[in-house]
């Protein structure tokens, strides 16, 4: 079992950054693919980056590569998503996730363990 408890979400204005963070529970982290979803108003939840075990991998979706960067933090147990130039459509619920299988992967119902979201609100 795996807790995941996100942080950092806010209110920022466009073309700012921000940096999620999402630290897991318990001591077996750096057996988990890590991933981070949003999901904004009247929208579905949507991939928008993964990265593997041992940070070999890291994947990304196209409405934020190279404006995010996942990373991940062993000793601290924890994930970040790094999130620069940010624009009114990247508000949304984002949520990180841990999946049991091996691969960084793009698909929300390949992991097993969610958080509760933390909202990031950007404004124009």
């Known amino acids: 079992q795996v807790q995941l408890v996100e942080s950092g979400g806010g209110l920022v204005q466009a073309g700012g950054s921000l940096r999620l963070s999402c630290a897991a529970s318990g001591r077996t982290f750096n057996n988990y693919p890590m991933g981070w979803f949003r999901q904004a108003p009247g929208k579905e939840r949507e991939f928008i980056a993964a990265i593997s075990r041992i940070s070999d991998i890291t994947r990304y979706a196209d409405s934020v590569k190279a404006r995010f960067t996942i990373s991940r933090d062993s000793a601290k147990n924890t994930v970040y998503l790094q999130m620069s130039s940010l624009k009114p459509e990247d508000t949304a619920v984002y949520y990180c996730?841990?999946?049991?299988?091996?691969?960084?992967?793009?698909?929300?119902?390949?992991?097993?363990?969610w958080g509760k979201g933390t909202l990031v609100t950007v404004s124009s």
């Open positions: 996730a841990a999946r049991s299988g091996s691969r960084a992967s793009t698909l929300s119902n390949e992991y097993d363990y």
